[in-house]
C-alpha cells in the first residue's frame, strides 16, 4: 500500500470519528432534554390531575348546594299549587252554589207559573 492510500485512510477514518464524536455528543443532548421534558410533562400531569381533582370538588359541592335550593324550590312550588288548589276549589263552591240556587230560582219560577201566581207572561213558545 502506497503512503498516501494510508494517509487518506487515516483521514477518512479519523473524520469519521469526529462525526461520531460529534453525534455521541448530540445525542447525550438530546437524550438529556428527553429526560427534562419527561420530567416537565409528569409535573404538569400532575398539576392538571390535582386541578381535576379540585373542580371534582367544586361540582360536588355545586352539585348539593343545587340539590338543596331546589328541595326548598320545591317545596315552595307544591305550598302555591295547594293554595292555588284551595282557592280554585272555593271558587268552585260558589259557582256551584250560584248554579244551585239558580236552578232552584228557576224551578221556583215554573212552579209559581204553574200555579198560576204569576204577573208576568211565560216565556214558553208554543211548539
Known sequence: MSAQTLSRRVDSLEQRMDLQEQLSDRLDGI?????????????EFSAVRAEVSAVRAEVSTVRMEFRG?????RGELREEIRAGDEETRRQMRMLHEDVIARL????????????GA??????????
Do not use: C, F, N
Not at 204569576?118 to 214558553?124: I, L, M
Open 118 to 127: 204569576t204577573d208576568r207572561p211565560s216565556r214558553r213558545t208554543k211548539r
Open 104 to 115: 232552584t230560582l228557576i224551578r221556583d219560577g215554573r212552579l209559581h207559573e204553574r200555579s
Open 69 to 73: 335550593e331546589s328541595m326548598g324550590i
Open 31 to 43: 437524550e438529556s432534554q428527553l429526560l427534562r421534558l419527561g420530567d416537565e410533562v409528569r409535573a
